[in-house]
């Protein structure tokens, strides 16, 4: 395995660390052995008696540092690979060095998917059995062409983006990227929303979430049919009326060349909502996915974070569909930062399943957040601006090729993107999706 960044593995958690066969093996409690690999982490956190926060949830180091580590690896992490099959089929085999901001997207994605499927408070275990949602979340991300958030359709959608491929991403471009790709994400069925202009629109959030689901793609004619009959509440076959859990990410640029501290407290906030995804960020060129933060003294705030920067071999689902997933969870002490090291451009994720979870952050945005602070970190409002252009809900976009009816997208960026043909079709499908979806280049980290 090459590391980088610091990167270190943990002393004694090596294969069969703690464990002994049939009638030797002592009796164990749910999360013993878990914390018999992480032990040897726990110097590495301050002593302190201010909690420490983690996507929601408080924890206390004085009392319950194990827990906090378990929570810490229960996140889903994604790093640098190598020896996956070439993106686009002569592309690069590996993203060490430029996809650190795409494997950040995934783990926010990831966690959303968690916390969709089985609950911010499940709890991975090592060398248990996991849920069938847990495995399907996790193949959702595996480095293969076919795998609907791989880093081959990332990367080939962020084309659309005007990154090419090998290109650094920032914060604002995997926003969009993931929001695109959602859109042909039929069994998780998001509503990705990515805020503009520093702005959340409360109405324009429930009229995509409340838009109904189609299970297949239909004609735009039929489509016009089937909102009149769900005017007049008929239920339509292939049609699910219903909130669709929301996925919302906030880009914002919280300073010029640094952050600014009257931010801090604000940003900090984030992290304490229980629809709380973390953050995407980082430093000029070096993306990290930050999931909580700690206050003491000395030195004051500092951000938890996983590292992406770590380069591990590709690894593919087992014949029987499972994965082996040791490699997808830091075993470790998480990294921190100072706060005041962060580069001003970041992106701020929150999961809201049901339309109570979404009204509940708006209600601790407003008290926590706006009527606590002089400068506005991003705006709340509830009607859409007037100055803007009409809001539409994204559709999946379709496209057709001679001979060969409807094409997805998913299908074009999973065949080689060297014949003209395709190369023709993507460029097309990407001008059309573009006229749906904004590009905000300011928000990006700035390079060095």
Known sequence: MVTTGGWRPVRGAGRGHGWRSGAERPVLSRYENQITILSDCLEEFPETDEPVWILGRQHHLNTDKSKLLLDVSGRLWFTYRRKFSPIGGTGPSSDAGWGCMLRCGQMMLAQALICRHLGRDWQWEKHKKQPEEYNRILQCFLDRKDCCYSIHQMAQMGVGEGKSIGEWFGPNTVAQVLKKLALFDEWNSLAVYVSMDNTVVIEDIKKMCWSPTQSSSVAHSSAHLHRSALGQNKNIAGLCPGWKPLLLI???????????????????????????????????????????????????????????????????????????????HCQQAPHRMKIMNLDPSVALGFFCKEECDFDNWCSLVQKEILNQQSLQMFELVQKH????????????????????????????????????????????LIESTDKLFELEEEFEILSV
């Open 250 to 328: 906030i880009p914002l640029r919280l300073g010029i060349n640094h952050i600014n501290p009257v931010y801090i407290d604000a940003f900090k906030e984030c992290f304490k909502m229980p629809q709380s995804l973390g953050a995407l960020g980082g430093k000029p060129n070096n993306a990290y996915y930050f999931i909580g933060f700690l206050d003491f003294t000395p030195p004051g705030n500092e951000l938890i974070y996983l590292d992406p920067h770590t380069t591990q071999s590709f690894v593919d689902s087992e014949e029987n569909g499972t994965v082996d997933d040791e490699s997808f």
């Open 385 to 428: 601006p007037p100055h803007w252009p009409p809001f539409i809900p994204p559709t999946k976009p379709e496209v057709t090729t001679t001979g060969a009816g409807v094409v997805p997208l998913k299908v074009l960026l999973g065949s080689r993107v060297g014949s003209s043909a395709n190369r023709r079709t993507i460029t097309e």
